[in-house]
């Protein structure tokens, strides 16, 4: 298994371009999320997913677009980047049905935004 | 809503030796779990360890064990016999039970080990 993969692993954008972050995971796992983590402030949910179909916004959400067209995919969008949204981002995933289990972290994608 | 507290923002340890990290949490859930999370340079997200707060007994990986005090919502990391393999972000985090997705996390330990 590949487990959770992420790209790109690094990024340089603009002020107002958009771009997709990608995530993927061969372990068949229901649930998937992003954080993002910024210094000194530890990861924070932006959305997550618990199935095809069904996304949900987490702690932080403004600026970031998700969509779960298929189990193992778990695309990020930014409409439209800003100084604000530079951070390493980070892809996950469990089964559902075991929240205390373990989540499955990427290599995360390091973003920056000029 | 819950939240993670890590209020050591770095500390340091002899190789060889013992260190204990630190974490409270809030929370009015009574079923929950704990995890601490390792962060090497690698930036690579790493589960050391974790405790469900229904069992008593403290978790022990290894070189690795928690203290964990329920009714302090208390749930410290202790590293025996450091290594300098051991040297990353340390990260205290708490999931509820049921009927949220949520993983919430402290901001983090750094955690330097000397020769």
């Known amino acids: 298994n590949a487990g959770v993969t992420q790209t790109p692993k690094f990024q340089v954008l603009k002020t107002g371009q958009s771009m997709t972050l990608q995530c993927a995971q061969d372990m068949n796992h229901e649930y998937m999320s992003w954080y993002r983590q910024d210094p000194g402030m530890g990861l924070r949910l932006i959305h997550y997913?618990?199935?095809?179909?069904?996304?949900d916004q987490g702690e932080v959400p403004n600026g970031y677009n998700v969509s779960r067209s298929t189990t193992e995919d778990f695309p990020l969008r930014l409409l439209s980047a800003a100084p604000s949204q530079t951070s390493v981002y980070f892809c996950a995933s469990r089964y559902r049905a075991r929240p205390g289990y373990e989540q499955y972290f990427g290599p995360g994608t390091r973003l920056t935004v000029t | 809503a819950q939240t993670v507290t890590q209020s050591q923002p770095e500390m340091s340890v002899q190789e060889a030796e013992t260190v204990t990290l630190s974490c409270t949490y809030d929370t009015s859930e009574s079923d929950y779990y704990l995890f601490w999370y390792k962060q090497p340079p690698s930036r690579q997200m790493i589960l050391v360890i974790r405790q469900e707060a229904y069992k008593q007994q403290n978790a022990t990986e290894n070189r690795f064990s928690v203290n964990f005090q329920k009714a302090a919502k208390s749930f410290s990391l202790k590293i025996s016999d450091s290594q300098l393999g051991d040297a990353a972000m340390y990260f205290c985090?708490?999931?509820?039970?049921?009927?949220?997705?949520?993983?919430?996390f402290g901001k983090g330990t750094k955690l330097t080990v000397n020769p």
């Open positions: 985090a708490y999931s509820p039970q049921g009927g949220s997705e949520k993983l919430v």
């Open positions: 997913s618990v199935g095809a179909g069904i996304t």
